[in-house]
């Protein structure tokens, strides 16, 4: 391609831990702050964590945002690592759905009813 350049490894070994200890650093920020502001319960199953298994409590950005942490909290929620895991499984399931419900917005009809021979197999049996 023109006007593009392979990337330099040893750069690139640099440039990841470098960011990977950057993102660690914002992570530890508002979760310490979310941990003092918030009871130690995870928001959407209500299971209560305390001393050594808050380690399993995470926080979610509810606009996905993760540079979007407002000092009061309001971007943020407790969850347990399995409804963190669930909410964001279920981001993904409507974004790989949304072209069949865009389909189905424009008028696109199943091609195949599974039910269409089920009467006359019925009467056969009488």
Known sequence: ??????????GKEQLLPAAERERELRQQGYREKALKLFPWICARCGRDFS???VRDLTVHHKDHNHDNNPADGSNWELLCLYCHDNEHGREAVAEACAPLRAGAEQGAQAS???FSGLASLLDRKK
């Open 1 to 10: 391609m023109p006007g593009k350049t392979a990337p330099d490894p040893a």
């Open 51 to 53: 001393g050594r298994k």
């Open 112 to 114: 195949h009813s599974p």
